[in-house]
């Protein structure tokens, strides 16, 4: 198996991670809310993380020049913190819908960045087949809407909310080229998505206790122990596996691809949406997971 088959299936089973991780994560949200879900989602991954890198290195922070120490920090900060905080203002300023289609922007900004900044340059028919993927992926996004947008559509258009989502996709576009950046000066997948997720970790709780919601977070949590073993079990799928397949596929293939091929979510949360919110596949999402199955497969080849 070649490096680059070996990054890309690394890709595709971030994918999947990403999808199931954030399936439970809503579970969890739905009781005791999104904010206070994620604020555990990190602690947790920090915790986890630290574990796992004592046990593998015998460590649990990671020894690292440096560079590549502030580089997965600052990825953290904003990518997994400063990232989400804009998304989580669009979702209420325009729609989830919406905000999330200007999310999908993310791969082909860090594309252009690694062009930059990398000197990676992929070929014509890398980027035709990640256009590809791209739009079948918005397709999806774009026919999804639930029955309050329907009746809420002024808010598509608030310029507020769109300038917040596009913050979020060039900031979550950067984090990735400093992830790459922080892996090539060597440092080990392991260790950089810990010093990621130990990064994000402080910078978002940090702003918990100064806001004064440390204590009513654990306090939520303490009341509803459905919803803290759901996200025990959802942070080792997403975050853990997630990231740090993520990271080796972004380690050991061009951003752009890596990338893309883990942003498949919307298109895999269809049967999830089907399953366990009893969503509906409408015909034109088929059509949409047909074409970025095609550009997927065309990607692999």
Known sequence: MTPLLLGELAALAASVCFTFGPTLFTLAGREVGSLTTNRLRLLL??????IIHW?????PFPHA???AVAYMLVSGIIGLALSDAFLFEAFVLIGPRIALLVLNLSPALATALAWVWLGERLSFAQIAAIAVVLGGVSWVVLE????????HRQRQHNPRGLIFALIAAFVSALSILLSKLGLNTGLPTLSGATLRMFGGMLALWTWTVLAGKAIPTFATFREHPKALRTVAI????GPVLGMSLGLFAIKTIPVGIATTLSALPPILLLPVGHWFFHERITPRAI?????ATAGVIW???
């Not at 991954?45 to 630290?50: D, R, V």
């Not at 046990?55 to 460590?59: D, N, Q």
């Open 234 to 237: 959802a942070v080792l799928i």
């Open 55 to 59: 046990l593998v290195y015998g460590t």
């Open 65 to 67: 020049r440096p560079d």
């Open 45 to 50: 991954g920090a915790l986890y993380f630290g």
């Open 299 to 301: 990607l692999l080849l």
């Open 287 to 291: 059509l949409g997971t047909v074409i």
């Open 144 to 151: 999804r809407q639930s029955p309050d947008e329907e009746g």
